[in-house]
Structure formats: C-alpha cells, structure tokens
C-alpha cells in the first residue's frame, strides 16, 4: 500500500522553527509533485506548500510565504518543510501528499487537496503564544 509518512510535529512556543519530513512508503514519489496541507479542528484542509518532482518549481500560501520553505532529496525520497517564525494560527495537524498529474506544477490545481493522493496519517503542531 503506498502511503506518505509524516514525522517532524510538536509543542513549540510563537517564533519557534519545525522541520516537518514526508517520507513515501511502498513507493517513490520522485517523479511526483508532493504537496503539505494542514487542518485545523472544525476547519478544511488548506494548502501550505508544494514542490515540483525536480524541486526547480515551488508554490506557498500567502499566509506562510517568506516563514516556510519546502524542498525535497530524492535520492533519499523525502520531502521536507522547514517552518520557521512560527505563529499560534499555524496550530494544526499537518498532511504530506503527492500529485502524479502535475509534477512541474503548470496546471492551476496545484493548490487544491483534491488533486493529491497518498495522504498519510498526517503531525500535529502545536504552536504556544
């Protein structure tokens, strides 16, 4: 069964950083756009971040541009996010998951959940103010 692993989640105070890793299990998502999402209790999924299958192509939200960088290793088929000046509203369990139709991310839907597949069981991350 191929399923995305997610690692990297805790209680961190406001201004703290998180290295979130996505790791593929029974496959590679190598040649694959990976995508981070989080959901909040009683909200939807919402985009964080993605990356294309070579890492030359990336997209943030607004609310995390400038604070979160993604990048991913091949060779070692992770994909990571790097969070840095951390606020309280990041609070959420965060979701790695991958995209086989759009791996240079050109098409319009690369923000959108709905398009990703291989959803894992997702980390929590907690942020203090």
């Known amino acids: 069964q191929v399923q995305a692993v997610e690692s990297g989640g805790g209680l961190v105070q406001a201004g703290g950083s998180l290295r979130l890793s996505c790791a593929a299990s029974g496959r590679t998502f190598n040649n694959y756009a990976v995508g981070w999402f989080r959901q909040a209790p009683g909200e939807e999924r919402e985009f964080v971040a993605t990356i294309s299958w070579n890492g030359a192509y990336k997209d943030y939200a607004d609310s995390v541009k400038g604070r979160f960088t993604i990048s991913r290793d091949n060779a070692k088929n992770m994909v990571n996010l790097q969070m840095n000046s951390l606020k309280p509203e990041d609070t959420a369990v965060y979701y790695c998951?991958?995209?086989?139709?759009?791996?240079?991310?050109?098409?319009?839907?690369?923000?959108?959940?709905?398009?990703?597949?291989?959803w894992g069981q997702g980390t929590q991350v907690t942020v203090s103010s």
């Open positions: 998951g991958a995209d086989p139709s759009n791996p240079l991310l050109r098409a319009p839907y690369r923000r959108a959940s709905s398009k990703y597949y291989y």
